[in-house]
């Protein structure tokens, strides 16, 4: 029986949503696999699930499009926050993920342009995605160190292209690396190779950060599992972490 799904997206990330309140959805790691490829299915960033849940409005399982199942996604606890917002009619909900609890609330703004002149008053959604972790062994690192800038470097010795990034994680795993290198060919390189890196027992989320202004950062992300996509919302959330450990 074929299953019915929506597709949502959040800030550039492309989300298959599947509604699993009253009939189980568990693909296999294949069929995701193949769910995620557009040559045999519809084609993903991540899918979603949304099942229930005892201690929450829902639960939101994840894959990447490579098969495999992950902890969370910010940007998809946007999209899952407004459908069940929307079916509930409250402002806020509360929503349980593999990388713990989060709540999604309604919340003022503008859509459009960013000129306030070219933009609409619209409803949006706010999700709280706790405080991060910055232990070793939270994120979780092979060995122990202090997360602030790892002991990690692209490139050579004495003159690395990129090195020590921060690592944290935001209900999963990421590092950060701060660089002007932000251009698809060193992204999808540095962080395919950085991805499966002997360090990370679990993988990484790979960050690229530019920092434009006290108040901005340009960041690129190569996911685990998902490769290079158009936004990561814990990726941003790790990047201002990692930033502001700075100063």
């Known amino acids: 029986m074929a299953t019915p799904y929506i597709r949502m997206n959040g800030a550039g990330n492309d989300f298959v949503v599947v509604n699993a309140l009253e009939r189980p959805f568990r693909p296999t790691e294949d069929q995701a696999r193949a769910l995620g490829d557009k040559a045999t299915g519809p084609g993903f960033d991540q899918m979603i699930g949304i099942e229930p849940s005892e201690g929450a409005d829902a639960f939101m399982r994840v894959w990447n499009s490579d098969g495999g199942m992950v902890e969370t996604c910010g940007n998809a606890l946007r999209c899952v926050g407004w459908l069940l917002l929307q079916s509930t009619g409250r402002d806020a909900v509360t929503i349980d993920t593999l990388g ?18 070219g933009s609409t008053t619209a409803a949006q959604v706010q999700v709280d995605m706790g405080a991060p972790k910055l232990m ?7 060995e122990e160190m202090q997360t602030y800038g790892i002991e990690l470097q692209v490139g050579p010795i004495d003159d690395p292209v990129v090195h020590t990034p921060g690592a944290v994680s935001m209900g999963n795993p990421h590092v950060v690396f701060f660089t ?18 002997p360090l990370f027992p679990e993988g990484v989320n790979v960050g690229f950060a530019h920092v434009l ?23 941003a959330c790790a990047a201002l972490v990692a930033a502001a450990r700075r100063g």
């Open 100 to 117: 713990g609890m989060t709540t999604a609330r309604r919340v003022p703004g503008r859509v459009g342009s960013g000129d306030p002149k």
């Open 136 to 142: 070793w062994d939270e994120i979780p690192l092979a």
């Open 180 to 197: 002007d290198r932000l251009d698809d060919g060193f992204v999808r390189g540095t962080g395919s190779l950085i991805e499966h890196h």
């Open 213 to 235: 202004a006290p108040d901005r950062i340009r960041l690129r992300v190569w996911e685990r599992g998902a490769g290079l996509t158009k936004a990561c919302g814990t990726g």
